[in-house]
Structures are given as structure tokens and as C-alpha cells.
């Protein structure tokens, strides 16, 4: 079965551009979660999709946005792009998003912002 | 407010030597708490998971972690390290989205690096 997959690896943007990063999960899982990975503040929680819709939503300002498909792959969106949103972000799914079953985590898409 | 402390930012052991990475934990109710490992340029890879029962857990790649609910902690062990096993270690719990429910997201602690020595 193949494993969570995110797309592009690397991002190279300046401030005030928008980026789109893409996750597919793993076939079968409708949940996908969304984190960012920084060096000063780890690993923040961003936000969760299930079945289309936004179930849960971490303390980021609404610059940062998502969307999931009816295929359940999903989509993050961060407009107006500073250069604090530097990081790796990362993209997990489960089965249905409960707290109990595992998260499967992609590689991660780095992006850099000049 | 929930939160998960690991307190070592780095730790270095010789190959061969036994690891122990410390977590501490903060939640109200009965946590749901993980180990994952992260290699450069990887992403997140479970090693071990504890909901209830007993309190020590095995895991992949021969490591275990013992719950202490009277300590609030979730400690990961290794009996003897193997060179590959240099990464970050982040240890999370599960927080449920509404206290009880059973969706959530991972909070996480900022991680121990892990270099091992020859």
C-alpha cells in the first residue's frame, strides 16, 4: 500500500505570494491532519479534514487555509506568505481521525520563504 | 492546558550503550501518548503507542516505553543502540478535540536528537 505523499518536496517563495502544498493519503483513509515543523516551535497542529469538511483547527492565523476532495486528498493554502512561515510542513492521515488510531506522516513539503 | 515536555534537547550515547529518552506529559484525562521517530529529510514514523493496559509498550526497532501515571511520563528505552538509530525522537499525546471525544490532533514535545558515537 502506498504511503502518504506530498507534493512539491521543496518550495522556493518570497514574502507576500501564496503557496498551495498538496497530500495524498494512504488509499482508505479519510482523515488527513496538517502540521508545521519549525526549529523554534516544533511541531504545531494546523488543521484536520474528514470527509470534506474542517473538523479541527490549531491557533494559526486565517492566512492559512485548507481543503479536502472527495477523494480525500487535501490542499493547504498560506497566502500573504512572511518569512516566519519558513518550515516543513507535514501531512498526516488516518483511518477516521480519531485520537487512538496512528497517523501515517508524509515526507513533508519544505518551503523557504525569501 | 495540555502539553508534552522532553527535556533533553540532545543526547549523545556510544553504539552499543543503553538509551533512555525522558517525556513528560500534562492532560486531564487518561492520555493517549506516542513515540516517533524522524530521520533527516523524513517524515514521522510511529515507534511504539499507549492507550491502556499495560504500562510497558514495545515497539518497533526494539525500543519500549514505560507509562508512570504518578510521574506524568512516558519514557522511551533502548537496551543497546545501533548506529541507524540517530534521529529525532518526539514523544505526543492525543488530544481530543472535546474533552472525552475521540477525535483530536497530536500535541507534541520539541523533540530529543539522538547522536550516537562509535
Known amino acids: 500500500k502506498a504511503g502518504v505523499t506530498q507534493t512539491p518536496r521543496y518550495l522556493i517563495k518570497t514574502r507576500g505570494q501564496q503557496v498551495t502544498l498538496s497530500c495524498s493519503p494512504i488509499s482508505g483513509h479519510r482523515s488527513v491532519s496538517w502540521y508545521q515543523q519549525t526549529p523554534g516551535q516544533g511541531l504545531q497542529f494546523l488543521f484536520e479534514?474528514?470527509?470534506?469538511?474542517?473538523?479541527n483547527k490549531g491557533n494559526f492565523p486565517g492566512r492559512f487555509s485548507g481543503r479536502q476532495f472527495s477523494n480525500s486528498r487535501s490542499e493547504m493554502n498560506v497566502s500573504t506568505l512572511e518569512l516566519g512561515d519558513s518550515a516543513l510542513y507535514l501531512c498526516?492521515?488516518?483511518?477516521?481521525?480519531?485520537?487512538?488510531?496512528?497517523?501515517?506522516f508524509g515526507p513533508g513539503t519544505r518551503l523557504t520563504v525569501l | 492546558a495540555q502539553s508534552v515536555t522532553q527535556p533533553d534537547i540532545h543526547i549523545t550515547v556510544s553504539e552499543g550503550a543503553s538509551l533512555e529518552l525522558r517525556c513528560n506529559y500534562s492532560y486531564g484525562a487518561t492520555p493517549y501518548l506516542f513515540w516517533y521517530v524522524q530521520s533527516p529529510g523524513q517524515g514521522l514514523q510511529l515507534l511504539l503507542k499507549y492507550f491502556s493496559g499495560d504500562t510497558l509498550v514495545q515497539g518497533i526497532k526494539g525500543f519500549e516505553a514505560e507509562f508512570k501515571r504518578s510521574q506524568s511520563s512516558f519514557n522511551l528505552r533502548k537496551p543497546s543502540v545501533h548506529w541507524s538509530d540517530a534521529a529525532e525522537y518526539f514523544c505526543?499525546?492525543?488530544?481530543?478535540?472535546?474533552?472525552?471525544?475521540?477525535?483530536?490532533?497530536?500535541?507534541f514535545g520539541k523533540g530529543t536528537k539522538l547522536s550516537v558515537k562509535p
Open positions: 505526543a499525546v492525543g488530544a481530543s478535540r472535546n474533552y472525552g471525544g475521540s477525535q483530536g490532533n497530536l500535541i
Open positions: 479534514y474528514f470527509s470534506e469538511t474542517q473538523r
Open positions: 498526516a492521515s488516518s483511518l477516521d481521525g480519531q485520537v487512538s488510531n496512528e497517523q501515517f
